[in-house]
């Protein structure tokens, strides 16, 4: 073999750069799967790409043995692939179990070391039913599909030059999938329809004076998962006369609402209509790992008729800059009796 | 075909910390961490998974014996699509919730997640645990085996798990609360099962027929160990306990907690409610009928009295009519209703038929009620 093909071969040619390459690949993987950093702010997807890149490498200097299924294998190859499948099986497992315990550590660290963030989402507060979030998702795919690689390159030692195989060129074309990568990223961003997202179960409801109250979170995910998701969580009180928003002093209270707390004149009503994050946020639950999120806004206002008008808007951009960026809506209109006439 | 391993010339040293023994020991921790809030319930919980892992102990250690007829291939074949149906059937089982019809849904659940403890074992058994036998008890012939059937298990479960995953998180918004839902339901015991036992499926649906020597073999092989008996008493402690259970909440008197004092918050002057020479009392009470399978019932109201009738401050309304909390039985509520009669006597009567999930046929009536008259006595309580 020459050195030129020798080059050409791979970067990760010894067992220890593997085995390097093997550690960065799960450190980038538990990053994606842990709560740490909170947000992305758009640039997952550079953590993505070196993602790729790395299992890219991999997969060459294990000459993508996990995934042959030519029966041209050897009884040697053959043995170390089936048993890197079985190892990887009983791994994935503890893979899945350990993220998971990463996440919610990373979750409970956050919290106690900081507390809520400013706008009252916690890692494992969030009001909207996200399920499975992107990076998350990422994660989980890289263990599913990389684990029995890793294990083919941690476990293979160093052989001896006459006994490699032949340079295969068509590991190349691999390189290939890193720009399509992040060719269906901008693709889905651009063209997948916006989905909306259910409230979860970590909702909270409250009382008012005269009046009966309801939660109301949701939001719209933009790109399917690999994009933003912006999000609603408002408290809506209504008397018969007026429906309000409680829990956010920048939204006053109608009149009706001060008058039936029957305060006495000394308490002012900022007292009374102080922020609640758990009832009423503005931003709580963004997620903007693939896409940066901008320009949140959210505003009530209560007619003549007494129907409350909530409205929550917010810019997404997937690319620097903001030249490709999107606003997005979400209203929530509640009539003074209760009746939902519209919400996201 | 899988006959009785060989025993290894040099035995090596099993491993303290294998990967499936790290997955169990987290997944037992988080569920620990997850239901110890839950009190009384939650320890009975801890104490039922803490079962049925020595059962899988006990089922692990004891001597491999292979069944004449669970090594047939069509019983085992049989046993894998049984398996997955009821894996299905899981994945289409919601996840209780703290209503009125927890029990229902808790205990067709409980009863398809002890269907499917059956199955496995008889798995086990149909294979010999090959599929998680340690390296130095299975030969080259099984070590090839079986790693051939873990390697297409990969295939199945990143391609039914992954991909259904996958599709379901992003495809839209009904797909992404479906798959929430499922995981907080049944579909989180499918994926532990396919996460853990999927290899010996596919091992079992691989190998080939029984030989009739080695139905001989078995045959003439001694029939019970000490193992094989502790094993066998924990399996039918494990499977039977849940019915005990369910049992009891229909035997066992139920468990009664009450407290009668003065109120401890403000009065909330319902219309017409006395006022000038109102004494007012908080009363409390608490039926818990069952052990582990269980339903707790709570009265929580308080009354005013002025010596011309009684009234409801708080706590008996319609809305106050919901059982505190229940764990795999059906709660129905059969009665609730606030009278005063001419006399000026408040009576509050919440009448419940409470039956476990797996027993549905068995039910118990409990009633809370509360009857004070106009000079505040109490002639019903609860």
Redesign the interface.
């Known amino acids: 073999m020459t050195t030129g093909n020798r080059a050409r071969r791979s970067v990760v040619e010894t067992r220890w750069q593997r085995r390097i390459a093997v550690v960065l690949t799960l450190a980038v993987t538990a990053v994606l799967g842990s709560n740490l950093p909170t947000s992305f702010h758009g640039l997952a997807i550079v953590v993505v790409l070196v993602l790729a890149t790395l299992d890219i490498l991999l997969v060459r200097a294990t000459g993508a043995l996990a995934f042959t299924i030519r029966r041209t294998l050897d009884e040697r190859e053959t ?1 170390l ?3 890197a ?10 893979a ?3 993220a ?2 990463l996440f ?1 550590a990373s979750a409970y660290v956050l919290t106690a070391t900081a507390g809520p963030s400013q706008n009252g989402s916690t890692p494992l507060g969030s009001q909207i ?4 979030s992107g990076r998350w ?1 990422v994660a ?2 890289e263990l ?2 990389m684990l ?1 690689t890793l294990m083919i390159a941690w476990v293979e030692g160093d052989r001896p030059e006459e006994e490699r195989g032949a340079p295969q060129p068509h590991l190349s074309l691999l390189w290939l999938s890193i720009p399509a990568l992040a060719g269906a990223w901008l693709l889905v961003n651009a063209l997948a329809p916006d ?4 409230p ?1 179960l970590n909702s909270f409801d409250t009382s008012f004076p005269g009046a009966s109250c309801a939660h109301y979170s949701g939001g719209r ?1 933009v790109g ?3 994009g933003a998701t912006v999000s609603l969580n408002v408290e809506v009180c209504w008397n018969g006369t007026d429906a309000f928003v409680l829990g956010d002093p920048s939204i006053p209270l109608p009149q009706s609402a001060i008058a039936a707390m029957q305060l006495p004149p000394d308490v002012p009503v900022d007292n009374v209509n102080y922020p609640q994050l758990d009832l009423t946020s503005c931003g709580a639950d963004t997620v903007d790992d693939f896409a940066m999120v901008s320009a949140s806004t959210c505003a009530g206002t209560v007619d003549a008729s007494g129907t409350l008008h909530y409205t929550v808007r917010a810019r997404v951009s997937v690319l620097p800059g903001g030249v490709d960026r999107r606003d997005v809506t979400l209203s929530l209109v509640v009539a003074r009796d209760g009746r939902v006439l519209e919400q996201p | 075909m899988i006959a009785d391993p060989p025993i290894r010339q040099r035995r090596l040293r099993r491993p303290a910390f294998t990967a499936t023994r790290v997955t169990l020991a987290i997944l037992v921790g988080l569920l620990t961490l997850t239901i110890l809030p839950f009190g009384g319930m939650g320890a009975w919980l801890i104490g039922y998974v803490f079962l049925v892992l020595a059962t899988c102990v006990a089922l692990r250690n004891a001597r491999r014996q292979p069944g004449s007829w669970l090594g047939r291939r069509v019983v085992r074949r049989g046993l894998v699509g049984l398996i997955a149906v009821t894996c299905v059937v899981l994945v289409a089982t919601p996840a209780p919730s703290n209503t009125s019809d927890t029990g229902s849904t808790g205990g067709g659940l409980l009863l398809l997640v002890v269907f499917l403890v059956v199955l496995n074992i008889a798995l086990g058994g149909a294979t010999q645990r090959v599929a998680a036998a340690p390296d130095s008890s299975v030969d080259e012939r099984q070590e090839a085996m079986r790693n051939r059937a873990h390697r297409i298990a990969y295939v199945v479960f990143a391609v039914a798990v992954g991909g259904t995953a996958v599709v379901a998180d992003v495809a839209s918004q009904q797909t992404r609360s479906w798959l929430g839902w499922s995981f907080r339901g049944g579909g989180l015991f499918a994926f532990l099962e396919l996460l853990f036992v999927l290899p010996a499926m596919v091992l079992a649906f691989l190998e080939p027929e029984f030989r009739p020597s080695d139905v001989r073999e078995a045959m003439e092989a001694p029939r019970q160990s000490t193992g094989t008996r502790i094993a066998l008493t924990l399996l039918t402690l494990t499977v039977g306990l849940p019915f005990l259970m369910s049992v009891l909440v229909a035997v066992l008197p139920p468990r009664t907690a009450t407290t009668i004092q003065a109120p401890s918050g403000p009065l909330r002057q319902q219309p017409g409610a006395p006022s000038a020479t109102t004494t007012c009392r908080e009363f409390f009470a608490r039926r818990d009928v069952g052990y582990g399978v269980q339903a707790a019932l709570q009265l929580h109201a308080q009354v005013c009295w002025d010596g011309r009738r009684a009234v409801e401050d708080y706590g008996m309304n319609q809305s106050d009519c919901h059982p505190d909390g229940t764990d795999l039985v059906t709660v129905a509520t059969t009665q609730c209703t606030r009278t005063t009669d001419a006399k000026g006597t408040l009576a509050f009567t919440y009448r419940t038929s409470v039956s476990s999930g797996l027993t549905p046929f068995l039910t118990r009536q409990v009633t809370l009620q509360l009857v004070v008259d106009r000079n505040g006595n109490v002639l019903q309580f609860p």
């Not at chain 1, 039913?129 to 499975?132: D, L, P």
């Not at chain 1, 989905?195 to 259910?198: E, I, N, Y």
């Open positions: 043995a692939r089936d048993r499948y079985r190892r990887g099986f009983r791994l994935l497992g503890a899945l179990a350990v998971l315990l919610i039913n996200q399920v499975i998702l989980i795919v599913v599909v029995p989905q909306g997202t259910a979860s995910v399917a998962q690999f």
